[in-house]
């Protein structure tokens, strides 16, 4: 989907064609200067001057599939009363730029016919109230047009929007359940459509064994020539890998066919498989498929939507598991891996094709699997739970470094980092809010970005950052927790 946003522009009749004119040459002239700043195209709409006008163009943008979201600015002061029909039917993100066209007030030329066509400031306060009384969700960016850091927090609330259009339209395929009495990895499908927009539906494990069985010698060779190209191959089990390739080829068959962009499945349900697909889940998400381990469709959807919302729509997040933790003094580090199933676009240097025995599941064979260290950077972590009749998203703040150990015994790909506000503060802010073990882990996908989409969505978000303290936190989880049930 090529998406787009809709810049709609209040004013009214009160100042005469000239003026409206003037706004509407304006309007356009800043669309198409921010369009070549922003990752997403802007679009100018209207100038709106009626409620029948905004209505009409609200209503339009609810049934535009490519559009993500609308951006409102008031150039001059537009009655909010008028505005009232199209919010209220408003389904897509909005966001109130509160900027003006100039950036000076012109010390000579301004009388007051040059303050009834520049009152942003006027504006964007009857604006501002409407949003407010009328309880909409909504980004309020307040800063000048043409500065970079403004674009910066436009595009960035852009790809937030994005992310909420593919939550919208996303499909995930179970294989098989969820992992045997895991409770974090369990969740409300019903509640997740109904909020999230996900269809989450099962697929019968014979039939990708079925669909894996019509997988051609020709087509393995052709994923393997990808697969040499893009990693080292490290074993000479060759016929491993070519396993992997076939249940790539299979599960993508039927993503596809089924529109799915994420999947989950189990080591406890293979049933007619060699191996737990790790290099096939592997290549899958390096190509913006979400997965989540252990029948967690949860982690899956949220993979494949925070990919989506990263660089260059398939970004740097992935799915990850806490694993151990490093509790020497001064070196204070989390160690997160998964079984297998760590996502390649984070990789420090070239991964290596690997097989090892893995002593848990149904795996007659050694699974082949991408191994390598994560690279460093600051990034996020994000976690989504049901809390029973709401959704709560965790995130927490953390650096990631270079491993400081080789592990050469470790047969999975490694990511190490350090939690905000510290390893064992931030364990016990994580714990108290009911965090889970998988997580997706981002490096280019921001809390303020995670923080608009549960906004948009109208869920719970929590953040954990260098500020955050457990008695504020408890204190904020149980305020929070009041204020969800009376919503
Ligand atoms: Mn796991």
Redesign the pocket.
């Known amino acids: 989907m090529n998406y787009s946003f809709w810049f709609v522009v209040g004013s009214q009749f009160l100042y005469g064609p000239e003026v409206l004119d003037t706004v509407a040459a304006r309007a356009a002239e800043m669309a198409e200067k921010l369009s070549a700043a922003l990752p997403y195209p802007l679009i100018y709409k209207v100038t709106a001057k009626t409620n029948q006008e905004i209505a009409q163009v609200c209503k339009e943008a609810n049934y535009d599939d490519s559009c993500a979201g609308v951006i409102t600015w008031c150039h001059t002061f537009s009655p909010s009363k008028m505005w009232i029909n199209g919010l209220a039917g408003l389904q897509k993100p909005w966001c109130h730029f509160a900027t003006q066209y100039n950036r000076e007030i012109p010390n000579e030329e301004i009388d007051m016919d040059f303050m009834n066509l520049n009152q942003a400031a006027h504006g964007d306060r009857e604006h501002g109230f409407i949003g407010a009384r009328l309880r909409k969700p909504r980004k309020v960016i307040a800063g000048y047009w043409q500065d970079e850091d403004v674009q910066g927090r436009i595009g960035s609330w852009m790809k937030a929007a994005v992310g909420a259009a593919v939550s919208r339209s996303m499909k995930v395929m179970r294989f098989g359940d969820n992992m045997r009495e895991v409770a974090v990895t369990e969740g409300d499908k019903v509640e997740v459509q109904a909020k999230l927009g996900w269809q989450v539906n099962t697929w019968a494990v014979g039939d990708l064994v079925r669909v894996m069985n019509e997988v051609t010698d020709g087509e393995i060779d052709a994923l393997m020539e990808t697969y040499k190209a893009q990693y080292e191959i490290a074993t000479d089990r060759l016929d491993h890998i070519r396993y992997q390739a076939r249940e790539e080829i299979a599960m993508k068959k039927m993503l596809d066919a089924e529109g799915c962009k994420a999947f989950s499945n189990t080591f406890q349900d293979l049933y007619g498989m060699e191996q737990l697909p790790g290099l096939a889940s592997q290549h899958l998400m390096a190509q913006g498929y979400g997965y989540g381990?252990?029948g967690d469709w949860k982690v899956s959807a949220m993979t494949a939507i925070m990919k989506a919302m990263g660089e260059g729509g398939n970004g740097c997040s992935l799915f990850m598991?806490d694993y151990t933790y490093n509790l020497v003094e001064g070196q204070e580090y989390s160690l997160g891996a998964?079984?297998l199933e760590v996502c390649p676009c984070c990789a420090a240097a070239k991964p290596r094709i690997e097989t090892h025995h893995l002593g848990i599941g149904m795996n007659e064979k050694d699974p082949a699997r991408l191994v390598f260290e994560g690279k460093e950077g600051d990034a996020i972590v994000v976690s989504l739970i049901d809390m029973g009749g709401r959704l709560r998203l965790i995130c927490q703040d953390i650096h990631c470094v270079k491993p400081i150990l080789p592990m050469p015994n470790l047969p999975v790909a490694r990511v190490m980092w350090q939690a905000e506000p510290s390893l064992t503060t931030g364990v016990e802010c994580w714990i108290t809010a009911g965090g889970a073990?998988?997580t997706v882990l981002s490096y280019d996908v921001t809390a303020e970005q995670m923080r608009d989409w549960a906004n948009m969505l109208d869920i719970e978000f929590v953040h954990i950052t260098k500020d955050t303290t457990v008695e504020s936190l408890e204190h904020d989880l149980f305020l929070a927790d009041l204020a969800w049930k009376l919503k």
């Open positions: 381990g252990e598991e998964h079984m073990h998988h």
